[in-house]
């Protein structure tokens, strides 16, 4: 039975009275956590030391702040824009600072990427384990309390929820307790009306929730990132990875610049495919290999992701996202085959039938099978062993010609009801995604299946389906560091410390090796500058290991394509010095032969030795210019002036981490007189300053700008 309540410091009071003074939290990563509703328990926990909780969750969001003076200038108007009155959680700045209290922990499997590195408290409560193990993870853990931010549509007894952002722990938590009926877990819906609803698994009834609060506390804006700047480096990655999806198959991708790069460039393939083509013969440097895919979206995409963002819902605006796939395995092995189409046809009985699919004399549960799937109208009920009709009654005999023609005429639909074209698990995207989200066609949302993460991210249990909807998948993710034996670190420091989390990617590598058409795509960019030292992405060895090179497949840097498949270890190093950037190769080739893994004699070839920045400028940037390849394909929350703002923040920060540079632009900005529109300095509240500090602060500015 379900207990409303209007007030969440109501519900608050409750739930200790339920389960006791001593807590265990579960509550969904991202932007699914009900942020009023935590904050008045930890609030609430805080005060009494008799009482204890524990918190289990991942990607906890906090609003960006500024790390120095005029940062926090440029930063505060900012977040009050677009992060509205998104509200904090009170355990993550009190983490932050250092001052959680002793009665109070916080267990995370997924970090926000690089903000714990140096927070020990995080480090050491970090929760390695796979996306498809966290309910298992939170159950063994003890969970008692459930708490879960949800979306709401009607009022009374016409209320429905859904699990919008995050069914996707969720649904699997509930699975688990369904199939345990005497554990004991409160579960506790908070309705937040800005939380998009989602229909298909994540509707949920609210008999589901032991306690609902509907408070207007809980309504709020969502966490929203905005768009980030796609560089060049970004767009080669995604133009490669581009080339490698098949037209008619499957689709996961991720959030960020290089999730961006590869929709835009699948976009650009569709809809301007002479540049396209173009522009890939380019950076394969005319040599395209024969297995690229270059053409147009016949048959389009079916998108299968953990994680539902906002290139995906760009791609499915393109109309490039439309393959729609079914939950019925022998259904959808025939709509793969081309044996029937989505149009319900008399043929398409006649197939059914003949494949055993449904039975030559229909029964009560083959003709509800075909209304699930819409082969047959609403209109067509079983009662007493036939075919109700609005004309009468039929008979379920399919054999009989004229009976054949009957149940054609009176009985079949239009189209195949049930098709999804896009999976997801959770979502998290800038403001614009989830208004659009909000604004769908009632069709289109229905085709948008946000479900239990163990059914996105894994096929045990479900092989034959999942075989069927996920052909000639490609699995794109991103990694930090790649060995030359294959092996990936995507989530830790060689010094264990955890930069962010292994997420779901262990779960998709593994998948494209069970899978018989898929490939794992890891990508990477080749170097990268720490504290004015350029690195190799590409090393030898690695104390750290998110994917075993056992399970090595495609490698992607802004030079190429390494495909690792099946390869000897050797072939496997000549393929990553390919793509690795050329200031490091003859150190990576010596530690091989060092190691005895590859041959004394071998050279890189000479064709590959060019893979520096200079030479990527030199053939995507006259793209940019003919603005194929945009610096935010998909728009930004940033205004003009802003962008110009944080090009000059950059190159003050940068110059930060060099004392001679920073010395050098200390003495510039205090000698130069440069003239600086007065829109840069009020929006930075520096158009009029007192004090030597701010005037410091104004000449850094304004010494950095152009």
Avoid at 48 to 55: A, C, D, M, V
Avoid at 180 to 190: A, D, H, M, T, W
Avoid at 642 to 671: H, Q
Wanted: charged share 20%; hydrophobic share 40%.
């Amino acid at each position: 039975m379900t207990t409303y309540f209007n007030q969440i410091e109501a519900c608050v009071d409750q739930v200790i009275a339920s389960v006791g003074p001593h807590i265990i939290l579960g509550i969904p990563l991202g932007i699914g956590k009900p942020n009023p509703f935590v904050n008045a328990l930890y609030r609430r926990v805080k005060e009494h030391t008799g009482y204890s909780l524990r918190i289990i969750t991942a990607l906890s969001l906090e609003k960006p702040k500024g790390h120095s003076e005029l940062e926090s200038r440029f930063v505060e108007p900012f977040v009050e824009r677009v992060f509205g009155d998104y509200p904090d959680l009170d355990y993550v700045a009190d983490r932050r600072a250092g001052h959680l209290p002793p009665n109070v922990e916080v267990l995370e499997f997924f970090l926000k990427t690089g903000d714990y590195l140096d927070n020990p408290d995080a480090q050491q409560n970090y929760l390695y384990s796979n996306y498809t193990h966290v309910a298992r993870d939170m159950m063994l853990q003890n969970v008692n309390v459930l708490a879960q931010a949800v979306a709401a549509e009607g009022e009374g007894d016409q209320l429905t929820l859904s699990l919008s952002s995050n069914p996707d722990v969720t649904l699997d938590i509930l699975d688990m307790l369904a199939a345990e009926p005497s554990r004991q877990v409160l579960v506790v819906g908070i309705i937040n009306r800005k939380l998009p609803f989602m229909p298909n698994d994540a509707q949920i009834s609210p008999t589901r929730f032991n306690f609902l609060v509907d408070d207007p506390a809980g309504t709020h804006d969502l966490f929203a990132p905005p768009n980030m700047k796609v560089s060049l480096q970004d767009y080669a990655i995604g133009l490669y990875a581009s080339s490698l999806v098949k037209d008619g198959g499957t689709l996961q991708i991720g959030i960020g610049s290089l999730g961006d790069a590869i929709a835009h460039s699948l976009i650009m393939r569709d809809q301007q495919n002479d540049s396209y083509c173009k522009i890939i013969q380019q950076i394969y440097d005319t040599k395209v290999p024969a297995c690229i895919e270059l053409g147009r979206f016949e048959q389009g995409l079916y998108g299968c992701s953990e994680m539902f963002v906002n290139g995906f819902m760009k791609l499915i605006d393109a109309g490039i996202v439309r393959r729609q796939v079914f939950n019925d395995a022998d259904l959808q092995r025939l709509v793969n085959s081309g044996e029937i189409t989505t149009q319900v046809t008399p043929a398409m009985l006649t197939i059914l039938r003949d494949k055993q699919i449904i039975n030559s004399q229909l029964t009560e549960r083959d003709v509800t099978w075909l209304k699930r799937f819409g082969i047959f109208n609403d209109q067509v009920t079983w009662r007493d062993d036939s075919i109700s009709v609005p004309i009468g009654r039929l008979s379920g005999n399919l054999v009989d010609p004229v009976n054949f023609d009957k149940v054609c005429q009176h009985c079949l639909g239009t189209q195949l009801k049930g098709g999804i074209i896009m999976h997801g698990g959770f979502f998290l995207g800038p403001r614009d995604f989830y208004q659009r989200l909000r604004d769908l066609d009632k069709t289109t949302l229905n085709q948008i299946g946000m479900s239990r993460i163990s059914f996105i991210n894994r096929i045990f249990g479900h092989e034959e389906l999942v075989g069927a909807q996920r052909r000639d998948a490609r699995f794109i993710n991103t990694t930090m560091l790649v060995t030359l034996l294959g092996a990936a670190s995507s989530d830790s420091l060689e010094s264990g410390q955890v930069v962010s989390g292994v997420g779901g990617q262990y779960n998709f590598v593994a998948m494209a090796h069970l899978l018989p058409d898929a490939r794992s795509i890891l990508m990477l960019r080749a170097s990268r500058t720490r504290h004015g030292k350029l690195i190799s992405n590409i090393v030898w060895s690695y104390g750290q290991t998110t994917i075993p090179r056992h399970l090595r497949d495609i490698v992607i840097t802004e030079y190429g394509v390494a495909d690792l498949r099946g390869q000897s270890d050797a072939e496997c190093i000549k393929r990553l010095l390919a793509v690795a950037d050329s200031r490091f190769q003859d150190q990576l080739l010596e530690l091989a032969r060092k190691n005895g893994k590859i041959s004394h004699e071998y050279e890189i070839p000479e064709a590959q030795r060019n893979n520096l920045p200079a030479t990527l400028e030199s053939r995507l940037r006259p793209w940019r210019q003919l603005g194929l390849l945009p610096d935010f394909p998909f728009g930004t929350d940033f205004t003009e002036d802003e962008l110009v703002i944080i090009k000059a923040l950059r190159k003050l920060k940068a110059s930060t981490e060099n004392p001679l540079e920073l010395i050098g632009t200390v003495i510039k900005s205090l000698l130069g007189d440069n003239i600086v529109p007065e829109k840069y300095l009020e929006r930075l509240g520096l158009d009029e300053v007192d004090g030597l500090k701010q005037r410091l602060i104004r000449r850094l500015f304004v010494g950095n700008l152009g």
